[in-house]
């Protein structure tokens, strides 16, 4: 069965194309960037390597150009659409009422829909992909996937906010977390690794967007992003935690609409508003080229991981193990090093030789006295989509 995995994210397309169960990637790639005159396209398959830049505006022209190049006569893998049984769709905010995967209609697309004030960088993207694909692979089968899901299991605790009751009873205000697919994955990738009957974990998912989840004995525990995905960690163009007596001074005494605010806290901030820069690849140069303002946006976004990996090592009361994951978490030796940096208290010690060393596969950069083991973990949210996907049509 040929599954294609449709992964949407706020600038981004990551797609692969897959037999199962034997989970063979037929072919894969990615679109970063989109929206930049300087869109990167990536396609991969067991004869083929292609990368090139294009203007690719938006997600619809994205999803275009990666149909175009499964259907190259020369360089692609399918004849017809028809070739493709189903399509699994990463989406990210799937509230309270879809926690498992689930098939596609007019009431899902609704819900998604309805969601996207709560999740306004990636669940109008996400519904586009599947509206496009629907178009495109007019016999396939279409499932969602919801990164909301892995975090059902936060106790109330957790979840609720210190706000009035009815809130969270009656109109659902609460945590949800996210990148749900990717923690699951990277923490069932570590416990198989490190063979752990009983485990307490913290999975670090850096890219444009970041997160981090306490995961005990397999179980998200708490995590990082709440409510929406704009909580936690400094992000590309996030802020992460704000104090939120600052969106109402900004509203009530600097003039600012309340659309100005969401846009600037969600588009123009973290990263981005720090530097200029939102690429972490272009900060780690701009910082090495002695720019104070990328050194210090660094220095910002490594302790506040320190700060929740502190946090959630005290709510498991334990560490077994550190999981970094996604493109800075598994690019950026910079950033881990600073992250690990004088926690010997918590027993994470980082080997500096390991750390630099690269590689696609699971590797453990932790000294041998370490009793946390730091390891890298390229995560896969696509390989886990498709096998939701299939275990349920199957
Ligand atoms: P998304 O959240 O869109 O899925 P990714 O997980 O692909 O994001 O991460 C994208 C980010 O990873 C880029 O913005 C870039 O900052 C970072 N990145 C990718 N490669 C490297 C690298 N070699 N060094 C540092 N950062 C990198």
Do not use: W
Not at 115 to 128: D, G, V, Y
Not at 192 to 209: D, F, Q, R, T, V
Not at 273 to 285: F, H
């Amino acid at each position: 069965m040929n599954i294609l995995i449709i992964n949407s994210g706020s600038s981004s397309i990551k797609y692969q194309l897959l037999e199962m169960p034997s989970a063979k990637i037929i072919c894969l790639g990615s679109i970063e960037r989109i929206g930049s005159k300087e869109a990167i396209s990536s396609y991969k398959t067991d004869h083929v390597k292609i990368e090139k830049i294009y203007e690719i505006k938006d997600h619809k022209a994205g999803l275009k150009r990666i149909t175009s190049l499964l259907l190259d006569s020369e360089k692609g893998v399918i004849k017809s659409t028809d070739d493709i049984d189903a399509i699994g769709h990463r989406v990210v905010h799937g509230g309270s009422s879809y926690t498992k995967t689930t098939l596609i209609n007019e009431e899902v697309k609704n819900k998604i829909k309805n969601l996207s004030p709560l999740a306004p960088l990636h669940n109008p993207a996400n519904l586009e992909g599947i509206l496009m694909a629907e178009e495109i692979f007019n016999t396939s089968k279409q499932f969602v996937v919801f990164d909301t899901a892995f975090h059902g299991t936060i106790p109330v605790k957790a979840k609720q906010y210190a706000i009035p009751g009815e809130l969270y009873k009656e109109k659902g205000i609460q945590a949800y977390g996210f990148h749900g697919t990717s923690h699951k994955y990277v923490s069932e990738k570590a416990i198989e690794y490190l063979k752990l009957k009983k485990s307490k974990l913290i999975s670090i998912h850096l890219g444009n967007g970041c997160s981090i989840t306490a995961i005990k004995d397999g179980k998200s525990l708490d995590h990082s992003m709440g409510f929406a995905p704009s909580n936690g960690l400094v992000m590309g163009t996030r802020s992460g935690d704000i104090d939120h007596s600052i969106i109402f001074y900004m509203v009530d005494t600097l003039g600012y609409s309340i659309d100005d605010v969401k846009e600037l806290l969600n588009k123009k901030s973290g990263m981005l508003g720090l530097t200029g820069y939102n690429d972490l690849r272009d900060i780690e140069s701009e910082a090495s080229k002695g720019n104070n303002e990328c050194i210090i946006a660094l220095e910002m976004n490594a302790y506040r991981i320190k700060k929740y990996i502190g946090a959630y090592t005290a709510i498991m009361n334990g560490l077994d193990a550190i999981i970094f994951t996604a493109g800075i978490g598994e690019n950026s030796s910079l950033m881990r090093q600073l992250v690990c940096k004088d926690m010997s208290y918590f027993n994470i010690h980082l080997d500096d030789a390991k750390n630099d060393l690269r590689s696609s596969t699971i590797r453990e950069i932790n000294t041998e006295n370490s009793k946390v083991k730091i390891l890298v973990i390229p995560t896969n949210e696509e390989l886990e989509i498709a096998k939701q996907v299939y275990n349920l049509i199957a």
